[in-house]
């Protein structure tokens, strides 16, 4: 089945079987390998793209559900937002192993985009999807409330 997304703003079109996770199009298809593969079933957000600007786990959208969307992952992330959050990241050390990051950014940077000011009640509640198996979440609540100051 041939379909055409919209990834990072270029088209690209894919074959690939009906019911096909975004999340192994993406990787195996297209060749975007920063969004992760973690649990495989919307768990721990190692997966989270954005589709029309909201974060949606990769690993269980089928990639047809997604055609005429406009689909962002951590490598076409761009914008102020994303540039503050990278660098907020950065300053207090909030990778360790790594491996969530991407989900863990791409969650943060949709709370930032629809709310600048976030408590952290809200910084709790919009980043509980993403698990860190390092633990870094102070940090990551840190990192987020850097980021939003800064912007």
């Avoid at 894919?14 to 495989?40: S, Y």
């Avoid at 786990?57 to 990278?86: F, P």
């Avoid at 990051?101 to 949709?110: D, H, K, L, P, V």
Wanted: glycine share 10%; proline share 3%.
């Amino acid at each position: 089945m041939a379909i055409t997304l919209k990834i990072n703003g270029k088209s690209e079109t894919v074959t690939a079987a009906e019911g096909t996770p975004l999340l192994w199009v993406l990787r195996d298809h297209i060749g975007l390998t920063g969004t992760k593969f973690g649990c495989g079933v919307a768990q721990c957000g190692a997966c989270t793209v954005h589709v029309d600007g909201a974060p949606i786990r990769s690993c269980i959208t089928a990639h047809e559900d997604v055609e005429g969307s406009d689909i962002v992952t951590i490598e076409g992330l761009s914008g102020k937002a994303a540039n503050v959050i990278r660098a907020a990241w950065e300053a207090i050390d909030v990778p360790q192993c790594g491996y969530c990051q991407s989900g863990q950014i791409m969650s943060a940077a949709a709370l930032i985009n629809e709310n600048p000011n976030p408590s952290d009640q809200d910084i709790d509640d919009a980043m509980s999807g993403n698990i860190c198996r390092c633990a870094t979440y102070l940090r990551i609540r840190s990192a987020i409330k850097d980021a939003a100051k800064a912007i």
